[in-house]
């Protein structure tokens, strides 16, 4: 969430105080939407977590993100910067939500530690060549970074989406 919180800074068209204060408004937005959306998937029961998570987690995620790169392209300023980060936020709450739910239920019990542990460094891993590959992006073009994320984060949706129909047309027909 750091790159947002910079760009909304960077970008606003304000005196130095209120850029600080566009980019602190930009995570509390984030945090907010993000935590609200968790809280409200831990209330409704869904039936396909999997595809929830890739169409509404990783794909609006891109989404957002691509939005980003929309309002730096055509300056939309602080409307569509905080329109795109609530899409983003809403998207990390799903992930954040699912993912540890998913595990949960497909690792055996007994292994249920590991599964999470696994989860948890995968990420971290993750966050940190992510951070790695939009740093150095973001010193080229910020539209650049955003975009490397939003496409990535679509196809990781779209791979996952891929791969759920590939096993639905694996599995056997129940009689």
Do not use: C, H, W
């Amino acid at each position: 969430m750091g790159f947002p919180i910079i760009t909304v800074a960077q970008n606003a068209d304000y005196s130095q105080s209120l850029k600080i204060i566009s980019g602190i408004v930009s995570y509390g937005i984030f945090l907010g939407f993000s935590s609200l959306t968790g809280y409200i998937l831990s209330r409704v029961n869904i039936k396909s977590q999997i595809s929830s998570l890739a169409i509404f987690g990783y794909i609006l995620s891109g989404a957002g993100t691509l939005g980003i790169v929309i309002t730096l392209i055509y300056g939309l300023g602080l409307p569509g910067f905080y329109i795109s980060i609530i899409i983003a936020s809403v998207a990390f709450g799903i992930v954040e939500t699912y993912e540890p739910s998913i595990i949960s239920k497909s690792v055996d019990a007994s292994k249920l530690g590991a599964g999470m542990g696994i989860l948890s460094s995968s990420r971290s891993v993750g966050y940190f060549i992510a951070n790695l590959i939009m740093g150095f992006l973001y010193e080229i073009s910020p539209e650049f970074s955003y975009a490397y994320a939003g496409i990535v984060s679509i196809a990781a949706g779209i791979i996952i989406l891929a791969f759920l129909n590939i096993q639905r047309k694996l599995e056997p027909v129940k009689i």
